[in-house]
Each structure stands twice: as C-alpha cells, then as structure tokens.
C-alpha cells in the first residue's frame, strides 16, 4: 500500500464516506476501544458478521468498486474467472528439469486438477490432486491450495502473469512435492475467515470460511450496524455500531494496515481474533528490523513507509495515498499526494514533469527475495513496489520496473 518522496509533511485524509452513512472520528475512537477480551471473544465467535451482501443494500456503489480491487479478490473458489492459468492443450503443461516429470493442469465441469506424471512408459505414476482454492489476485501471480480431507496444502505448481505455469515459490524444480502445509497466518492475511481446527497447523473446518478480503476484515461485524439502521424510525443512529478506520488515529490505522503488510510474524493470540482500531502487538509479535538490515518489499510496506522521512516529518498514514475502496495503478494519481508538501518546480533537475510520476523515482518496484520460482532453468522473482520513499541510486531503480524478470 502507499506513497511518495522526500518529505511529505502532512495530510491525515478522513475518507469521504460519511455521505454513504459512515462515522465519524469521535465515534469510531469510542468504538474501537473495548476491551481487548471482549473483542477477541466476539470476532472469533463470528456471530456478528454478516457478509459484504448484507453491506450492499446501502453501500452498493462502494462494493461493486471494492470488489475489483486486489484486496477483495486476494483469494477466491476455483472458477472459470478466478483461475487465470490456461488449460488449452499445448499450454496446459509444464516441463520441469527432470526429464521424467511433467506436470498437467485440466480442467473440466467436475473443476480444476493438477497432475503429476512421472516415469517413463510403460512404469510411470501419476497424482492428481483438485484445486479448493486460488490465492492471489493475479496482478502478479497466484498460488492454489487443495483439501485433505479437512487439511489444507499448497499445490507444486503456480501461475504468474508475464510467464505461465510454473513451479509453486520455493519448491524444488523437478520433484512432485504435495505436502506443504498451509498455516493460519497465511490465511489470516488472504482471506477474512478461516475456523482453524489445530493441530495440525493446517487443519481447517470447510464450512463457514470466507474468502478474500470482505468489508468487515476492516470494518469489524456489521450485524448491529444493519439493525439500527433498519430500525431507526427518523434520522441517523447517534451511535452507527460499525468500525471506520479513517476515523482512527494514526497507530490504529497503521496497526490495520500492518496486520498484513508488516511481515508474517509470530501470533500471541488465535489468528482472526485481531479487531481493527485496537493495538496490534497484542494480537501480533511483528519482526522487529535492526535499523541498518535490508527489509524485503514483499510483505513489508509498513516497515519500509516508516523508515521514509516523509513519514516521520508528517502525520502520514497508508489512507493519505491509498483509498482501498478503489483500484489505484496510475502512478499519476498517487502522485498528486506529494504535491501536498512538494513543488514541482522546486525539483532542481525535472522541474515541472516531475509532477507527472514521482512514484517510479522515488518508490521504485524491486525484486522480491521472499518468492523466488524455478521456470524454463532459471530462478525468477517478481517486483514490488517498495514503500521506502527516498532518493535511489540508478543502481537501486530497475530500467524496466513493470517486468518480471530473471
């Protein structure tokens, strides 16, 4: 999530959604202050949620944008329109360095399966296992997980959007490898609800699980807030009994954003307790960096942002840059909010098209060592967009940063 250059001193954008019936700053700060006992107790019972439909009766024009973002489509059931990969013949295959192993993706009415074939004929085996869910957008790429009975697993091969099929990160190129285990943490943070059932770490109940990032992941439960708001009989609810991160202060709306962009961390307490706008270092044990360490750009935006001196010189949150409601890619737009506290002109090379994209300079897109895959013999790492806002060396700032590359 986030931002821009050399000093931004300012601006804590409230967003504007008090006109859909939202709340307000006062409000949201006496909400999001209960007792942590009480919150951890009531957002893992889960009988105040009630699913983005229930949100749609008055929000309908923020859910049909949220649900094009990246966040919402984070992880989906397998579909014709969620599965990105192709399954045409001659596309549907991946060769891998044993010349003894292919694998095989198909799809059909009954869903999507992914083979491992392996040997040389007439003594060759095969395992075919259902693809039960997609995680990942497909912005970048996106990873699939199948059931066990009621355990979850990563499957060996993956799909990233500039390359096809390829093996699933970290895995051996040249071995049909079906036993890794997917933990709660990873789910907490590409989905909004999963009923862990541990141990073993990846034992999951198959029912009442809910995919992607939802309105009340952010929000918290919404069933009291549809309630007055059904049953009020004139003018609008003193009290709206729903949660606005705009309205937080700027450690709880950092804390929000760090649940899952701040690193994998160690949870103290069961993963999807966590209640937005309360602290989070009760729920979450994050990485704790020494100041001169490399931090990766994967998985890591908050830390990076806050290294940046246009964090530390203002009253900057991830809200002041990203309106997660939307989907923002135009370096343009993101632009305007340097602009805020830097002139274009006072720029002593670029001057006035610096107004243009400050982004690209200034928040360069790096390659990853946190997802590293094996394709076609070589070693391939996406890029992402690093959240340290500063001046980069020609060195630190990829040529062609849009590509994926080897």
Not at 191 to 211: C, M
Request: charged share 20%; hydrophobic share 30%; net charge neutral.
């Amino acid at each position: 999530m986030n931002l821009k250059s050399t000093l931004l001193a300012v601006v804590t954008i409230v967003l504007a959604m008090e006109a859909k019936g939202q709340v307000g700053a006062p409000q949201q700060v006496q909400t999001a202050t209960r007792s942590a006992s009480s919150e951890s107790a009531q957002a893992t019972s889960r009988e105040g949620y009630l699913g983005d439909e229930a949100c749609g009766a008055c929000h309908q024009d923020t859910i049909e944008s949220y649900h094009r973002t990246a966040h919402y489509l984070t992880s989906r059931l397998p579909a014709k329109d969620s599965v990105l990969g192709s399954f045409n013949p001659d596309e549907n295959i991946l060769k891998t360095s044993n010349p003894n192993l292919f694998f095989r993706m198909e799809a059909s009415d009954g869903g999507f399966f992914q083979t491992a074939v392996e040997g040389v004929p007439p003594y060759v085996t095969s395992r075919t296992e259902r693809f039960g869910l997609v995680v990942g957008s497909g912005g970048k790429g996106q990873t699939f997980l199948f059931w066990k009975g009621d355990l979850l697993f990563q499957l060996p091969v993956s799909y990233w959007k500039d390359v096809g099929w390829v093996n699933s990160p970290g895995y051996r190129d040249g071995v049909a490898y079906f036993d890794r285990p997917v933990n709660s943490r990873c789910l907490e943070c590409h989905g909004t609800y999963f009923d862990s059932l541990a141990p073993p770490i990846n034992r999951y109940g198959q029912t009442g699980l809910t995919v992607g990032i939802t309105c009340e992941k952010c929000h918290g439960p919404g069933r009291e807030h549809v309630q007055r708001f059904k049953s009020k009989s004139s003018g609008t609810p003193p009290d709206p009994a729903i949660l606005n991160p705009a309205g937080f202060s700027r450690d709880r709306q950092m804390d929000l954003c760090a649940w899952c962009h701040a690193g994998h961390g160690n949870p103290i307490l069961p993963t999807f307790s966590y209640l937005p706008g309360t602290p989070l270092d009760k729920y979450l044990e994050l990485p704790q960096f020494d100041p001169d360490a490399p931090v990766d750009v994967h998985g890591s935006q908050v830390e990076l942002l806050k290294k940046s001196r246009c964090f530390q010189s203002s009253r900057m949150t991830c809200l002041t840059c990203h309106n997660v409601h939307m989907t923002q890619k135009d370096p343009a737009a993101f632009s305007e909010q340097c602009l805020h506290c830097h002139k274009a002109e006072s720029h002593p090379k670029i001057k006035q098209p610096v107004a243009n994209n400050c982004v690209d300079c200034h928040m360069p897109k790096q390659k990853t060592n946190l997802i590293v895959f094996n394709w076609n013999g070589k070693r391939v790492s996406p890029e992402v967009r690093n959240h340290w806002i500063k001046v980069y060396s020609q060195d630190e700032t990829p040529e062609n940063p849009t590509k994926i590359s080897n």
